[in-house]
């Protein structure tokens, strides 16, 4: 299974963008799917993550009421709605797909990856 990420890029403090993860396979449709962010410097983290059938969504804190998750498994992509952007939303964002059908906060639960797309906020 491959995961093509695209849709980041420069945006101002308060913009929006939305993140789009293509994934080449069937399979990914039946699998739970999420998006994670790494920094300059830090860890990556977990932002938000969906199940195979659209639900169990699950978002970190710190980007709650801002971003939405959502899936077209017709077309096996899966998207992040981004509003609200702030600087400290600035890091490389990776799409990936879960073991099982199921939603998951934990990096240890994916087994694909994508390559990332970076998202920068400017101030």
């Known amino acids: 299974v491959q995961l093509q990420a695209s849709g980041g890029g420069l945006v101002q403090a308060g913009g929006s963008l939305r993140l789009s993860c293509a994934a080449s396979a069937r399979t990914s449709s039946n699998n739970g799917m999420g998006w994670f962010r790494q920094a300059p410097g830090k860890e990556r983290e977990f932002v938000a993550t969906?199940?195979?059938?659209?639900?169990?969504?699950l978002y970190a804190d710190s980007v709650k009421d801002r971003f939405t998750i959502s899936r077209d498994r017709a077309k096996n992509t899966m998207y992040l709605q981004m509003s609200g952007l702030t600087p400290e939303d600035t890091a490389v964002y990776y799409c990936?797909?879960?073991?099982?059908?199921?939603?998951?906060?934990?990096?240890?639960?994916?087994?694909?990856w994508g390559q990332g797309t970076l998202v920068t906020v400017s101030s």
């Open positions: 990936a797909t879960a073991r099982s059908a199921w939603s998951s906060s934990s990096k240890s639960a994916y087994v694909y």
């Open positions: 969906i199940s195979w059938n659209g639900g169990g969504i």
